[in-house]
């Protein structure tokens, strides 16, 4: 009889440290390490865009933004995670020498074929346990919607759908809004 192969476990830090020199972004789920494939050239646009439009409301606010080669570090109660989103905004950010965010405010995830399942089923779950969390965009590159998580005031997320290039998303938390014209500026949608 043949035994089930044992997956390696990676620890935290080796994980980190093989982060640090790798050219290629990995995600880490509990010990298990998952490389991520290459967004395409919308969802890149489409990410940048947020970054800007965002980052200029924030200038001179306590509140920054971060891209998508920051990871956000989740502290589950059995495990830890580290996942990339495409953007995200931190109020408390960690020392300017760690490679990850521990309290984001916002986090922007623009959605991709190969990724959908996990970043609607595993990561959304995931970031809607962080406690600093506010907003969560969930950004369909195919067409102008996005489905926004917001945090309620009595405890756990309302959910709303934006679509449309007219539609503007308030940003009370952060004191900005994200204008789905400027979020998909120069974005042409596949037919």
């Keep these: 009889m043949t035994g089930l192969r044992q997956p390696h476990v990676v620890t935290i830090a080796d ?12 995600e880490y789920v509990g010990g298990t390490v998952h490389a991520m494939a290459g967004a395409t050239n919308r969802h890149n646009a489409i990410a940048t865009s947020a970054i800007l439009s965002i980052g200029n409301q924030l200038r001179g606010k306590p509140c920054q933004p971060f891209n998508g080669d920051t990871k956000i570090r989740i502290a589950l109660p059995d495990h830890i995670r580290f996942y990339y989103p495409d953007a995200m905004v931190v109020c408390h950010p960690n020392q300017a020498s760690d490679h990850f965010q521990d309290q984001p405010v916002v986090i922007i995830e623009v959605l991709s074929d190969s990724t959908r399942r996990t970043d609607l089923g595993e990561k959304r779950d995931a970031y809607l346990t ?14 102008p ?5 917001r945090r309620k005031s009595e405890g756990g997320f309302t959910c709303e759908y934006h679509s449309g290039l007219a539609s503007t998303l308030a940003l009370p ?3 900005a809004s994200l204008a789905l014209a400027e979020l998909y500026e120069r974005v042409d949608f596949p037919p």
């Design 15 to 26: 994980y980190l440290a093989g982060e640090a020199g790798s050219g290629i972004k990995h």
């Design 145 to 149: 919607a996005v489905t926004v998580h």
């Design 173 to 175: 938390e952060i004191d």
């Design 130 to 143: 962080i406690p600093s969390l506010k907003v969560l965009l969930l950004v369909d590159p195919d067409a």
